[in-house]
C-alpha cells in the first residue's frame, strides 16, 4: 500500500511491536520527564493519524489493533477515566 493506511499499518504497527521490551529507566530525573513527554506527544500524533485516515470494514481490525498498540505502548500515564479521555481529545484537537 502505497498510503497513509499503508504506511500506519507497515511501519508503525512495526515500530510499536519493536517497543515491547518496554522503556529503559534512567537515574535522571530530567531524562526521564523528557521520554514521558515525548512518548505523551508521540502518542497523540499517532492517534491522530490513526483516527484521520478513513479505514473500510474489512481493514477495522489494523485500525483496532493499531489503536490497542499504541495505547499500550506509548501511553505511559494511561487511565481509563474520562477526564483523562477529555483531555486527550483537547490535545488532538490541538494539533
Known sequence: M???KGFLIECL???LLCSTPGYRSYEY???TLQLNKR??????KTL???LNCPWIDKD????ELLTLNALH??????????????ALQRKILKD
Not at 505502548?73 to 477529555?86: A, I, T, Y
Request: aromatic content about 24%; glycine content about 2%.
Open 29 to 31: 530525573e530530567l531524562l
Open 60 to 63: 477495522r481490525h489494523y485500525f
Open 73 to 86: 505502548f506509548l501511553c505511559p500515564d494511561f487511565l481509563p477515566d474520562q477526564e483523562w479521555l477529555d
Open 13 to 15: 504497527g512495526r515500530f
Open 48 to 50: 491522530y493519524w490513526i
Open 2 to 4: 502505497d498510503n497513509l
Open 39 to 44: 512518548r505523551n506527544e508521540t502518542f497523540v
